[in-house]
């Protein structure tokens, strides 16, 4: 079972709506057990918070959305054809990698429709979501709007990184992400941070989850506990470094049976260094 520090964690519409009166704009910090005021991950968590909170973002996008026939009837086709785009509005966690405007961002948070592979039955066809985005904002901790563009996406990796349109004035703060940085021991005691949503205050929050191993497969991911609640998050470990970001990646099979993974250090680093190359 997870434990929150901060304003509590509030997931479900119901609970954010019964909660838009009371969420205090000021982060109170609890822990584990009560007047246990000295425990070194408490510490760490203020920590973490007091250095990185500037680097947590939430991330709006607008997605145009078309229908594909992947499989049934012609006449099927020709009405999915001719169905116009549709634009949907997403919004999602981030986290600022980079001091020139780097974000990295979950892409089943602003795409949802890049889940799967797989196609939707709807009778006798079978009907693909295909998804674009075409413009992203980020808010920053104080709530200012910066525009962005998309620089690289990896569904394979469930990642998309963001550039800022405009260059900022000084140096952002970010979470460095080391390539090198080693997977930490079974079952050991995680720290995740993110931010609740904009109209619950924007406050930064922090949260207590286990690693659990890494998995197998061409892409490493983290299978992590305590970790159910939606993506964007970002992981560290007790020692204040920097594990893996949350993410949905790109599986076979239907949306819904696509599990929350962490997208680990040396998975990201790459794809960080590709944008910088290419600026």
């Known amino acids: 079972m997870m434990k929150t520090l901060g304003v509590s964690r509030v997931r479900q519409q119901r609970l954010r709506s019964k909660l838009m009166a009371t969420v ?72 600022i990698v980079d001091a020139a405007g780097i974000i990295a961002v979950p892409l089943a948070g602003i795409d949802p429709t890049r889940l799967t592979q797989e196609g939707i039955n709807l009778g006798p066809a079978k009907i693909a979501l295909k998804g674009s985005i075409t413009s992203v904002k980020v808010i920053d901790g104080d709530g200012s709007e910066l525009e962005a563009r998309v620089a690289l996406e990896d569904a394979q990796r469930g990642i998309v990184l963001l550039k800022l349109s405009d260059s900022p004035d000084e140096p952002m703060t970010f979470v460095a992400v080391a390539a090198d940085q080693q997977a930490p021991q079974p079952f050991a005691q995680m720290l995740m941070l993110e931010r609740l949503s904009v109209r619950l205050g924007n406050d930064p929050i922090v949260s207590l989850c286990r690693f659990v191993q890494q998995l197998p497969g061409p892409v490493r991911l983290y299978d992590m506990s305590g970790t159910v609640n939606g993506v964007g998050f970002v992981v560290f470990d007790v020692e204040e470094k920097f594990q893996g970001m949350g993410v949905i990646p790109l599986r076979k099979g239907a949306a819904g049976d696509v599990p929350l993974m962490l997208l680990p250090p040396h998975e990201l680093a790459p794809l960080i260094e590709k944008v910088k190359s290419s600026e």
């Open 24 to 95: 205090a704009v000021a982060v109170v910090v609890l822990f584990v057990r009560d007047g246990d005021a000295e425990s070194p991950v408490r510490t760490t968590a203020e920590q973490l918070l007091q250095k990185y909170q500037n680097a947590l973002v939430h991330v709006e996008a607008t997605v145009q959305v078309k229908m594909e026939l992947v499989e049934g009837p012609p006449e099927i086709g020709e009405a999915v054809a001719a169905q116009p785009p549709r634009e949907q509005s997403t919004s999602t966690d981030g986290v």
